[in-house]
């Protein structure tokens, strides 16, 4: 008999147990026994096998409906310790566990595949890919499960916040999980039609100072003041603070990191030092204006997954136990053109970095130029000359010289 371990790592995304489900109810109508790893490779990476659970149809049937994960979920990284690494290979040998399904993102991809090389032929394994922040190595237009619902829910806040601006006539900064990605950022600002929307793939790599940073946003305030709506929302995506100069961080304490050695990004104080410095700007031009900060991302994480996450983790499911029985291992699993399409784990490593390639916001793209051009943006040209500058000079306390200046 088969036997099926499957892990959750990473945060949370509306769909995982779309996954354990589909995956647990083909492997069993297989004839293959199911083990769930409560909490990842935590307890494994201790050498604790009693921390799972026997899976079987009837646990499992309506789940797919429900946010969260019934396995729960970590970060417990078991690539950076050899002796974690043995310890978890050896107590999923111990649990008779002979096909593994990972279900997570970049860095559970990459302690899958790491736990695949070190087991050897006693192991298959395929990875499920997870995120809300859409950055794995997929193919273009293939997102990965638990975006699409996050993005609609994203989206969801930013619509109500957008109303709470125009009534009380104020200004929000919110803050957008996504992590070094801004596909999260960027599409739910462009759903909702929020005023601007800043991604750190706009800077191409580029190092950026918190005083241009919130250059843009002040620029965004003046110039939509000046067309007749002094209020809005502007969306930041918290992978910026991946690219501001380390120089204008020299005076903020250590921010922490996780088990994987990325910043903590959730808990860098992006929007704080962007609305000081952008509130002292907009004094410079005379300009009151109330500006509240949101961060917004663990709301889109545990939310019940919509029907597209539904039917698509149903199928990615059933492809993983599918291709494991099919005695393919050692793969990612994804869906192209509505069929399975495994890719080798080879396939998805930086050879820079030797870790799962991040897959950044495609700036060259037409959606990407749509969702720039329909925002409210202050460029050089609109200082030019015309009735849109002048609104703009009557606006602020400054002179046009001064402006051009400032902007250009």
Known sequence: ??????????????????????????????????????????????????????????????????????????????????????????????????????????????????????????????????????DLPLPPGVPTFGFETARATASGILCTLLEDARTSGRWFIITMMGRNAGHLALGAAHSAGATLAIV???????????????RRVEGTILK????????????????????IDPTDLAGLPDLPRDEHGHLRLAEFPLGALVRERAQR???????????????VGYECRCVSPGAFDQEYTRELGTGAVRTLLGGVGHVMITRQNGKIVPIPFDELIDPKTGKTAVRMLDTSTEAFATAMRLQTRLEAGDLSSGAKAARIFETSALDAAALRARFG
């Open 281 to 295: 700007a907009l004094g410079e031009h005379g300009l009151k204006a109330t500006i509240v900060l949101k961060d």
């Open 224 to 243: 939509s003041t000046a067309e007749g709506r002094p209020h809005g929302v502007i969306v930041l995506a918290e992978g910026l603070g991946e690219s």
């Open 1 to 134: 008999m088969a036997t099926f371990g499957m892990v959750v790592g990473g945060g949370p995304a509306p769909g995982i147990n779309g996954v354990i489900s589909a995956a647990t109810i083909a492997a069993r109508r297989s004839g293959a026994r199911v083990i769930g790893c409560i909490q990842g490779f935590e307890w494994l990476m201790r050498g604790e096998v009693d921390h799972v659970v026997d899976l079987d149809e009837a646990a499992v049937t309506r789940i797919h409906e429900l946010g969260g994960s019934i396995l729960r979920t970590s970060r417990a990284n078991p690539t950076k310790d050899p002796a974690n690494l043995d310890r978890v290979v050896d107590g999923l040998g111990r649990l008779g566990i002979d096909h593994l399904i990972s279900i997570g993102g970049d860095d559970t991809c990459f302690s899958a595949r790491t736990v695949a090389e070190a087991a050897g032929d006693r192991l298959k394994v395929v990875h499920v890919p997870k995120t809300i922040d859409n």
């Open 200 to 214: 750190a793939e706009e800077y191409a790599g580029q190092k950026l100072s918190l005083e241009s940073l919130a």
